[in-house]
């Protein structure tokens, strides 16, 4: 049976986005990197007010989903974001410290301080750049879907962006829990060749839709297109 239920794909190939399951999809593709924002296995539910309110995550009762995806990209370089409210994904080499600025961070009021920040677990070779400082400032997404928020776990595109930029040159990017597509947008911005995957089709269309426009403001360096046809995602 075939995993894909539904694909979109740039002119160029550069950009593939597919409909299904990671888990069934992932061990079709070989990815040259990974950079993903899986389900922390915490049972959330969010947003109050939002049309997503009270959803219930897929795959988010534990950290099961997580770990048999990232077990199916073996060997790749790995940026993950998790919490430190379950265990950190196998291998983790180093963390990152996403600094969200003071306007985020709800949680338990009543505790003192404002969870104002997010994990980053990274493992892997494939790493390169210069030695910055492990945490990530100044990389803001709006926090209301009435200001333009189009999923209850959006990552700003300049954060993925920052990421992508001490991944080795050459290296295409998977995102197995593709969401709203901010990791394919990333992509297009900074020329790497990407394949993203999402089970709910709502957010699927949404991914194409955002991908699509910044493919229309930003396409991809042949370079990075070339490379991507012959190294990054076969068949």
Same mark, same amino acid.
């Given at each position: 049976?075939?995993?894909?239920?539904?694909?979109?794909?740039? =002119?160029?190939? %550069?950009?593939?986005?597919?409909?299904?399951?990671? !888990?069934?999809? !992932?061990?079709?593709? #070989?990815?040259?990197? $990974?950079?993903? *924002?899986?389900?922390?296995?915490?049972?959330?539910?969010?947003?109050?007010?939002?049309?997503?309110?009270?959803? +219930?995550?897929?795959?988010?009762? =534990?950290?099961?989903?997580?770990?048999? @995806?990232?077990?199916? $990209?073996?060997?790749?370089? $790995?940026?993950?974001?998790?919490?430190?409210?379950?265990?950190? &994904?196998?291998?983790?080499?180093?963390?990152?410290?996403? =600094? #969200?600025?003071? @306007?985020?961070?709800?949680? *338990?009021? %009543?505790?003192?301080?404002?969870?104002?920040?997010?994990? &980053?677990?990274?493992?892997?070779?494939?790493?390169?750049?210069?030695?910055?400082?492990?945490?990530?400032?100044?990389?803001?997404?709006?926090?209301?879907?009435?200001?333009?928020?189009?999923?209850?776990?959006? #990552?700003?595109?300049?954060?993925?962006? @920052?990421?992508?930029? #001490?991944?080795? *040159?050459?290296?295409?990017?998977?995102?197995?829990?593709?969401?709203?597509?901010? @990791?394919? +947008?990333?992509?297009? /911005?900074?020329?790497?060749?990407?394949?993203?995957?999402? &089970? =709910?089709?709502?957010?699927?269309?949404?991914?194409?839709?955002?991908?699509?426009?910044? !493919?229309? /403001?930003?396409?991809?360096?042949?370079?990075? +297109?070339?490379? !991507?046809?012959?190294?990054?995602?076969?068949?």
């Amino acid at each position: 049976m075939n995993p894909i239920r539904d694909e979109w794909q740039s =002119d160029d190939g %550069s950009v593939r986005l597919i409909l299904g399951d990671c !888990l069934e999809v !992932l061990p079709t593709l #070989k990815p040259g990197a $990974v950079v993903t *924002d899986p389900p922390y296995g915490i049972r959330h539910s969010s947003s109050h007010g939002a049309s997503w309110q009270d959803t +219930v995550i897929a795959g988010d009762t =534990d950290t099961s989903t997580r770990d048999a @995806a990232l077990a199916c $990209v073996n060997g790749c370089p $790995v940026a993950c974001f998790g919490t430190w409210k379950t265990p950190p &994904i196998v291998g983790v080499r180093g963390v990152l410290i996403w =600094d #969200k600025g003071p @306007a985020f961070g709800m949680g *338990d009021l %009543s505790f003192p301080w404002k969870p104002s920040w997010e994990l &980053i677990y990274v493992r892997g070779a494939g790493w390169a750049g210069t030695r910055d400082e492990g945490v990530l400032r100044g990389h803001i997404v709006v926090s209301w879907e009435s200001a333009g928020r189009v999923h209850p776990h959006q #990552k700003p595109v300049s954060l993925i962006e @920052a990421i992508y930029e #001490k991944l080795a *040159d050459g290296l295409g990017v998977c995102d197995p829990f593709m969401g709203s597509g901010s @990791a394919g +947008v990333a992509a297009v /911005r900074v020329g790497r060749g990407f394949v993203g995957i999402e &089970i =709910d089709r709502h957010h699927w269309e949404t991914s194409v839709a955002r991908v699509r426009a910044e !493919l229309e /403001r930003f396409p991809l360096f042949e370079q990075s +297109v070339a490379s !991507l046809r012959q190294l990054e995602f076969p068949g």
